[in-house]
């Protein structure tokens, strides 16, 4: 990572008591970051050039109650790539996570497009996490990509200007004004290493190679074949993929939904109090 880019991220970081630890994984350096303590907590991050520093506005409230864990998925962040980023390569990935981190069936949140790709996963390993959070997900329900998100995504591809990145986010959150002003700093932040990221080819390689896949509706055979406990976990005005998915699936297979009211595709940085509060509720729900 140069010195700019480090510069970046650790601004995305500031004021987060996270520690980072770089790990062999079968071979892929993979970044990861920790903190707290208590009952294990995977938080993956979507498909996102900037990787798991994304979840920065809510790790230090979680770590309250929980050992939060933010890995960088390969080829994403600053984890280093793999040739095909499909479901057993993560599989196997994931599972090395864990291993490493000695991590004993923990929660797992995933949020987009690594929400889709996890439940191919979980299908086939019910027995790698104790309960699933699908955050987003497109892959759980009959899923088309809306033209104004292909347009922006290809745009922001070809050209990770701001005025592209500004686009994209414009669609991609209820409302861009008001969660810049939340933490301009941050955001700024934010913005920059993203567009960094996305200029980076084996960035840009990964990027391209997990959208078809992780936005394929998954057959209802392999997800009723989930039995780890599942719940959902979406945004009331996600433009990028509608409700109506995650309703789709919570009637098909009985997995509980929470709502974020005030947000669209990336809750915990849009409304972060509302996201605890959501994921309290799914937990407290599993606990009854």
């Given at each position: 990572m140069a010195a700019g880019d480090e510069a970046l991220r650790a601004q995305m970081l500031a004021g987060v008591a996270v520690t980072e630890r770089r790990l062999d994984v079968g071979g892929v350096a993979t970044t990861v970051l920790e903190a707290g303590e208590g009952p294990a907590l995977v938080l993956l991050h979507g498909g996102i050039e900037c990787g798991g520093a994304y979840w920065?506005?809510?790790?230090?409230?979680?770590?309250?109650?929980?050992?939060?864990v933010v890995p960088d998925v390969p080829g994403l962040g600053e984890s280093a790539p793999v040739e095909r980023l499909d479901a057993d390569t993560f599989a196997a990935w994931f599972g090395g996570v864990l291993t490493q981190m000695k991590l004993d069936r923990p929660t797992l949140v995933a949020h987009s497009l690594l929400g889709s790709l996890v439940a191919r996963c979980v299908a086939q390993h019910n027995d790698a996490v104790d309960n699933m959070v699908v955050y987003a997900a497109p892959g759980v329900g009959p899923y088309r990509m809306p033209m104004g998100l292909r347009y922006a995504a290809i745009r922001f591809a070809i050209r990770p200007t701001a005025q592209n990145a500004e686009r994209f986010?414009?669609?991609?959150?209820?409302?861009?004004?008001?969660?810049?002003?939340?933490?301009?700093?941050?955001?700024?932040?934010?913005?920059?290493?993203?567009?960094?990221?996305?200029?980076v080819p084996h960035v840009k390689r990964t990027m391209r190679r997990l959208i078809g896949p992780a936005t394929k509706p998954i057959p209802g055979e392999t997800l009723a074949a989930i039995t780890t406990p599942t719940t959902l976990l979406w945004g009331r005005h996600d433009r990028m993929v509608p409700l109506h998915i995650a309703q789709h699936a919570a009637a098909a297979f009985g997995w509980p939904l929470q709502i974020v009211e005030g947000a669209a595709h990336v809750p915990h940085v849009e409304q972060p109090e509302a996201f605890i509060r959501a994921l309290s509720n799914l937990e407290e729900g599993r606990r009854d």
């Open positions: 920065a506005p809510v790790i230090s409230r979680l770590a309250d109650r929980h050992h939060v986010e414009r669609f991609a959150l209820l409302d861009l004004d008001e969660t810049r002003a939340l933490d301009p700093q941050w955001f700024a932040a934010f913005q920059a290493y993203t567009r960094h990221q996305a200029a």
